[in-house]
């Protein structure tokens, strides 16, 4: 289903070796925003930096692939560490295929990892890889935001009972 993610987690730190190897994925492509950092924040969530030198030295392959612009996403990427993609337009899938190309990945061993269904999930969805829900890291407090969660967790909810994939 367009909709469904594969896998639903509290956060990406939540992502490890026992994760990855179960779900076969060598790849990651991430959002940013919520995902690795606050909204329109500079710097990267509590424990990220450490979660990325995980992933790098388990030979994880990893890209930001963000709908927001080169402004926003360069300055945290390369903080970061990371090869970014920026005004992604998910959920359609040429800057998610641009990362995987990049990044000389799987298709098949690759992850989208992001807090939006509607762009995300839709997106990875879309391309025909593993698809990662993460809870996002601050809950944005204006009533579009707030509305645009209520509906997510009431329209998904009924479905989201048996979240992983089934292999
Ligand atoms: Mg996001």
Redesign the pocket.
Known sequence: MLFKPHIWLNSVLDIDKDFLEKHGIEALVL?????LSM?GHQEPEKGVMRWLEQMRELGIKMTVVSNNTVKRVRPLAQKLGLQFCANGCKPLTFGISRAIRAMGADKRHTAVV???IF??IVGGNLKGVTTVLVE?FHLEDTWTFRLKRRAESIFFKRDYSKLERKK
């Open positions: 959002d940013l925003d919520n995902t909204h992001g807090d939006q762009t995300d996002p």
